[in-house]
């Protein structure tokens, strides 16, 4: 079974500065897909970026980018230029790329990130 | 809204009490998940339909759970004989085919007492 670790439990940071939280996971697969989900309080889960195990470029999305390690199945999440509107919980999560019966995420226990004015 | 929206939002019940959730998923997406989260942990998956049939239960889904999704449109999970540890946030998702991003409601939090 593939299990998802974010060893963060809480991070902070300064508005305007770089933060990055770290997750590792373990699967014996060769091909999957990698998420961050951010969930502020209160409201509803959204992904954040996405990263496909078989492709070698980082994903960017604006201010957020990973750094994947496959060998090291690291995968850890990059915010730039940090806002207040940054503040929430995120988890790191994993799909199987199966086709069939692997549907399901597995997700880390979270990292609460709070962005200090 | 074009989300996800599940109802109540909210429910506090008495244990031994049967609870039933709501999930109305965007209208194109075919596929509906329910993920249960507790405090402090990630969520943890269910369930999940495709359109109308259901494909794949965790073993979390205890026979007190069952889930249905008639039409292949709304969603409903069923809780029966409510336990104290049921208490957590139950999240519904749906996704969207093309990129297969998943896309959550606000979901609804369960108290049992």
């Known amino acids: 079974a593939q299990t998802v670790t974010q060893s963060q439990p809480e991070m902070s940071v300064q508005e305007a500065e770089t933060v990055t939280l770290s997750c590792t996971y373990d699967?014996?697969?060769?091909?999957?897909?990698l998420f961050w989900y951010k969930q502020p309080p209160s409201r509803q889960m959204i992904l954040v970026i996405r990263?496909?195990?078989?492709?070698?470029q980082n994903a960017t999305e604006n201010r957020f980018s990973v750094n994947f390690q496959k060998a090291a199945k690291s995968f850890s999440l990059k915010i730039s230029d940090s806002q207040l509107g940054d503040a929430a919980m995120y988890f790191c999560?994993?799909?199987?790329?199966?086709?069939?019966?692997?549907?399901?995420?597995?997700f880390g226990t979270g990292t609460r990130l709070t962005i200090i004015p | 809204d074009t989300g996800v929206s599940q109802d109540p939002r909210h429910k506090i019940t008495k244990r031994g009490q049967n609870v039933t959730f709501r999930c109305d998923p965007i209208?194109?997406?075919?596929?509906l998940y329910w993920y249960r989260q507790t405090l402090g942990q990630g969520p943890e998956f269910l369930t999940y339909?495709?359109?109308?049939?259901?494909?794949?239960k965790s073993r979390l889904l205890s026979d007190r759970f069952s889930a249905e999704r008639p039409k292949g449109s709304f969603s409903t999970l069923e809780i029966q004989r409510t336990e104290q540890g049921d208490s957590a946030m139950y999240l519904c998702?749906?996704?969207?085919?093309?990129?297969?991003?998943?896309?959550f409601g606000e979901g609804s939090r369960l108290t049992v007492l």
């Open positions: 699967t014996s697969e060769s091909d999957y897909y």
């Open positions: 209208s194109e997406h075919n596929r």
């Open positions: 990263q496909e195990a078989y492709k070698q």
């Open positions: 339909f495709q359109n109308e049939a259901q494909l794949e």
């Open positions: 999560a994993y799909r199987s790329a199966a086709i069939w019966g692997n549907e399901k995420l597995t």
């Open positions: 998702a749906s996704r969207e085919a093309h990129t297969g991003e998943l896309f």
